[in-house]
Each structure stands twice: as C-alpha cells, then as structure tokens.
C-alpha cells in the first residue's frame, strides 16, 4: 500500500526521467549528492533523489518557492 506522497514523487519522478540532475541542481544538491545517488539507484535515482531531498531539507523541502519562482521546468508549468 502507498501513502499519497509517495504516490505523487513516484508519479513526478517517472516524468522526470533522465532530466532529474537538472532539477536536482536546481534544488541546489551538490554534485557529489547527484554522482552519489545516480551510483546507489541507476535508473531509479530520479525517485531516490527526490526522496533524499524531502529528508535533508526537512520542512523546507516543500518545493513550493521553487515551482513559482520559475514558472515552468519541463513538467511543472503555469
């Protein structure tokens, strides 16, 4: 059984695909984190990187700044 946010970064991570370094970039994870979890998950890293996010930013971790700010990144548009 999921829990409604696990359903959602499982559903955004599959739309991310192979593009998920440049989001995580802009979430501001080093490169040492994004070369660290593309050689932990392969080709699940874009979920594990979201995942490794919501951790280490904790309540801040909501995105929310992120999305309006930019207005538009590849699946996110207003």
């Known amino acids: 059984m999921y829990r409604k946010g696990e359903i959602r970064l499982t559903d955004i ?4 695909g192979t593009d998920w370094p440049s989001l995580a970039a802009e979430l501001e994870l080093t ?3 994004v070369t660290k979890i593309m050689d932990e998950y392969g080709e699940n890293a874009a979920l594990h990187m979201l ?3 919501l951790k280490s930013r904790g309540p801040e971790a909501t995105g929310k700044d992120f999305l309006f700010e930019k ?6 548009c207003f």
């Open 31 to 33: 490169e040492e984190e």
């Open 51 to 53: 995942r490794y996010w």
């Open 71 to 76: 207005k538009c990144f590849n699946i996110f």
């Open 13 to 16: 991570a599959r739309l991310l």
